[in-house]
C-alpha cells in the first residue's frame, strides 16, 4: 500500500482507489457469504403463516393513499 502512495505522484487518488478495489470486492463476497448463511439459517414458513402475515404488510400501503 504505502509503496503504491509513494508512487503516486499526480494521480495518487486514482492509485489509492485501486489499491482499495480488490479490499472492496473481498469484503463484499463476505457480505454475500454472510447473507446467504443468514438465509439458511431461516427456516422456511409453512403456508398457512405465510398467507396470514401477507395482508398485515400490504394494510399500512393502503392507509397511506
Do not use: C, H, Y
Not at 22 to 38: F, N, Y
Request: charged share 40%; no cysteine.
Amino acid at each position: 500500500m504505502r509503496k503504491n502512495t509513494q508512487l503516486a505522484g499526480r494521480n495518487g487518488q486514482k492509485v489509492l482507489e485501486e489499491a482499495r478495489r480488490p479490499q472492496k470486492l473481498d469484503e463484499q463476497r463476505r457480505i454475500d457469504a454472510q447473507a446467504e448463511s443468514m438465509r439458511d439459517r431461516t427456516p422456511s414458513l409453512p403456508a398457512p403463516a405465510r398467507s396470514k402475515a401477507l395482508p398485515r404488510r400490504i394494510a399500512p400501503k393502503k392507509e397511506m393513499t
